[in-house]
């Protein structure tokens, strides 16, 4: 099992909010019987990093914590890289792209990591906080992306004969450009629309920010909650979870509800409490 924790999550397990050291404990030896995967992304250090609002050898103690469950070795990509590099990959070879970080990035981050432990939490590289900072602004782009893609639905003239009272009818009737607008931004429209749009949805990673724009653009037509429109800091996550996990773990049940509605197979969410119950079987 593949499970992705957002970051609020890793923050409670550290804290040991609704859980216990016997529930770190199994999730270890899940891990390292080989039954659990915890993926880690650049956007959990940067959000327990660039924040700093624990003492150092506290922040130091926390990534302890999280590295014990989750692997630095395969580093999870920023969101809005995440998709350029999927996108274009399909373009040009119709499959997705590595979704782990590597060359100078890794470095910093690996070099960053070792300094800061090593220093109790006291000294942190400018290479690495660079890495950090790169990748929060690449967050920031990301939202502000998939905002304008998701208006491309919310703001489409309704298609004749379609239901957009259904999400799984308004789904069809605007994830192909969705799809179509991401390609766009990464500048391989014309290839991707060679190889097939219907193609390049069926990527994970599209087809989850796809789902992500046209679930909160779908809330708001019909009144409900957002999920996230206004930057909940979980929704890069959803993104990230979908391109190496099958389950989302997250206490914020507006983005749990989210990613129920997003049409893609073997992917699902659950709150911590119902994920520690299921790794103690």
């Known amino acids: 099992m593949n499970a992705y924790l957002d970051t609020g999550v890793f923050d409670q397990l550290y804290r040991k909010v609704g859980c216990t050291s016997a529930d770190i404990a199994n999730l270890r030896k899940a891990i390292y019987g080989r039954d659990l995967s915890i993926p880690l992304g650049i ?20 990534i302890r914590l999280v590295l014990s469950i989750a692997s630095l070795r395969s ?9 350029a590099d999927d996108v274009r990959a399909y373009a040009a070879r119709g499959e997705a792209d590595s979704p782990f970080i590597h060359g100078a990035m890794q470095n910093a981050v690996s070099d960053g990591i070792a300094e800061l432990i090593e220093s109790d939490g006291e000294e942190i590289a400018g290479e690495f906080v660079a890495a950090l900072e ?26 004749a004969g379609v239901n957009e009272s259904s999400f799984d009818e308004y ?68 993104v990230a979870g979908a391109a190496r996990a099958e389950i989302f773990v997250s206490e914020d049940a507006d983005v749990r509800s989210l990613i129920e509605r997003i049409p893609l197979e073997g992917f699902s969410a659950i709150g911590m409490a119902g994920f520690l119950a299921n790794v103690r079987g």
Do not use: N, Y
Not at 43 to 62: D, G, N, V, Y
Not at 202 to 223: E, I, K, N
């Open 134 to 159: 790169q990748s929060r602004r690449q967050k920031e782009r990301f939202f502000a992306g998939l905002r304008r893609v998701g208006e491309i639905a919310a703001t489409a003239e309704p298609r």
């Open 43 to 62: 956007h959990h250090l940067e959000e327990i990093l660039l924040a700093r609002k624990a003492p150092p050898h506290s922040l130091t103690a926390q």
């Open 75 to 83: 580093l999870i990509k920023p969101c809005e890289q995440l998709i």
């Open 171 to 238: 789904w069809r009737a605007h994830a192909p450009r969705i799809a179509a607008a991401l390609a766009e931004r990464a500048g391989v429209l014309q290839e991707c629309e060679r190889r097939g749009i219907d193609g390049l949805l069926g990527l994970r990673t599209v087809r989850a920010a796809a789902g992500v724009a046209l679930a909160m653009a779908f809330g708001q037509g019909h009144g409900a909650a957002s999920g996230g429109a206004g930057g909940a800091p979980e929704i890069h996550h959803v």
